[in-house]
């Protein structure tokens, strides 16, 4: 059973910082690029952050870079997300997301709220 669990969210104040967890099993790991998403109240689910299977090339929302850093252990099948310099705007709900290639499978994690506030 494919699953994917989110954790480390919380309550922060601007500028602070958090450290996402998403723990993996029930699909093999190493081979499955893997991103973060959020989706803000009302607003669409939007890409934050995403790495390759191997870890050797990620990528970022402009709204993320040089704040938010994305890491894979595939010793441990977890994936994480270092987030620094928190603004209001970056309260969400954060998923994360693994993906098996252009056509899928694509499996979903339940999230992990992140608020930000003073």
């Known amino acids: 059973q494919v699953q994917l669990v989110e954790s480390g969210g919380g309550l922060v104040q601007p500028g602070g910082s958090l450290r996402l967890s998403c723990a993996a099993s029930?699909?093999?790991?190493?081979?499955?690029?893997m991103n973060w998403y959020r989706q803000a109240p009302e607003k669409e689910r939007e890409f934050v952050a995403g790495m390759i299977s191997t870890g050797r090339w990620s990528n970022y929302a402009d709204s993320v870079k040089g704040r938010f850093t994305v890491s894979r252990d595939n010793v441990k099948n977890m994936l994480y997300l270092q987030m620094n310099n928190l603004r209001a705007d970056d309260t969400a709900l954060y998923f994360c997301r693994a993906s098996g290639g252009p056509t899928g499978p694509y499996y979903w994690g339940r999230g992990t709220q992140v608020t930000v506030s003073s």
């Open positions: 029930g699909f093999t790991f190493k081979d499955y690029a």
